[in-house]
């Protein structure tokens, strides 16, 4: 099924009324691996929508496992708990705000479901807890995951890919060609790519000669957090893949869906390969002090921090002549013109938050092209300086 014809026949008008024939199942689970869950597709169930029936979680117990079950219409997230200890075999479909809620106090190493009727029984030790169920037929459901997987990836990459390129994607939630993450495959590399258009992450990994390819995918930023949620597993390893407008994350345990948004992706090539006259090396967390010093006193509508260079030295400074000044200064091996270059400090606190420790490398030409900043050999990102 196509991602797209399920979102099709899932918007249909449904009545998320509490179930009224009766449902039963009953099932003992450890608290800590459902409260893991939950924290998973309870993050989709959560959002604000004007659809009742998305507020809740579909859960099933059946052949010793317990699957939970969430979408908006636009995400959808499967977890696969195994080894669960069931008695009767049954879906319910719970409200999240209230499981969630239950399982973020109660501290017992084991809970037991019991479903009768309209409502299901949640006992903790001491804890008792009622809750309203609601049909589990009107639950729109989630689609089969693509035939075709485009590749097999570590966990880790694929969740280090995403963290370091979805912080520089667009807010505006307008601007679809902005606010999607590139995701390419090609020329054994898988590619992320991510910008506001005053800033651009890219970010790449080397992928098997034998993958799927090309792929050309521009993925909803919004929905990069809950993937991040859902790959926070013990699972190795993971396959990407495509099927007509739909991108899906599959490992063990977890399946993660996406639709591919529409727009024109700016053309980034020629960005990350120009060539530019000056490259400097810093040390990240002695940049990153200095920055967060001088950002103390960028005021709060200019938001500038000026990196100004001279032989042997960096000056990190802002002034503001309500509040004062700030100024730092840091070895650096240059011996080219003197440039001030103005940045939105807060652009680079997320860079540098995200590389961590070690040294960063910073390539430039002057206060009209923007900056490349690197760490490592997989990861950049370039800036444009504020013109003043």
Not at 152 to 160: A, E
Not at 229 to 249: H, Q, V
Not at 301 to 311: G, T, Y
Request: charged share 25%.
């Amino acid at each position: 099924m196509l991602f797209g014809s399920w979102i099709e026949a899932s918007v249909r008008p449904v009545r998320s009324e509490p179930v009224g024939r009766k449902h039963e199942m009953e099932f003992t689970v450890d608290r800590k691996r459902l409260h893991d869950a939950l924290q998973v597709v309870g993050g989709v169930a959560l959002v604000r929508t004007l659809k009742d029936v998305l507020k809740n979680i579909y859960m099933e117990a059946k052949d010793g496992a317990l699957i939970l079950k969430a979408t908006d219409y636009e995400v959808g997230i499967m977890v696969c708990i195994t080894d669960v200890n069931i008695k009767n075999e049954g879906v319910v479909l719970l409200p999240s705000a209230q499981i969630v809620g239950i399982f973020r106090e109660v501290t017992e190493p084991e809970v037991t479901f019991k479903a009768e009727g309209s409502q299901c029984a949640i006992c903790a030790g001491r804890s008792r807890f009622r809750v309203v169920l609601y049909d589990p037929e009107l639950f729109p459901g989630l689609p089969e995951f693509p035939a075709q997987v485009a590749s097999r990836v570590g966990r880790d990459d694929i969740l280090k890919m995403i963290k370091q390129i979805v912080f520089a994607s667009a807010e505006e939630r307008t601007r679809y060609a902005f606010d999607g993450i590139k995701l390419l495959i090609q020329d054994e590399k898988i590619m992320m790519v991510s910008t506001d258009g005053k800033r651009l992450g890219y970010y790449w990994m080397p992928s098997d000669p034998e993958d799927a390819g090309p792929v050309d995918a521009l993925l909803p930023a919004r929905a990069m957090p809950h993937f991040i949620k859902a790959l926070g597993t013990r699972d190795e390893s993971c396959e990407l893949g495509f099927e007509g407008n739909r991108f899906g994350i599959r490992s063990d345990n977890v399946e993660v869906y996406c639709q591919q948004i529409e727009g024109s992706f700016p053309n980034f090539a020629p960005l990350i390969e120009k060539d530019l006259a000056y490259r400097i090396t810093l040390d990240s967390e002695e940049l990153l002090s200095s920055i967060r010093r001088a950002s103390l006193f960028a005021g709060k509508e200019s938001r500038i921090v000026q990196l100004k260079l001279d032989s042997g030295n960096l000056n990190v400074n802002s002034n503001d002549a309500e509040v004062g000044e700030a100024e730092t200064d840091l070895p650096v091996e240059y011996d080219g013109e003197s440039v001030v270059l103005a940045f939105n400090p807060d652009y680079l606190l997320d860079f540098l938050k995200i590389v961590g420790g070690g040294s960063v490398h910073m390539e430039f030409k002057d206060d009209q092209v923007a900056t490349r900043w690197s760490a490592g050999e997989n990861f950049q990102y370039l800036v444009m300086p504020i013109s003043r």
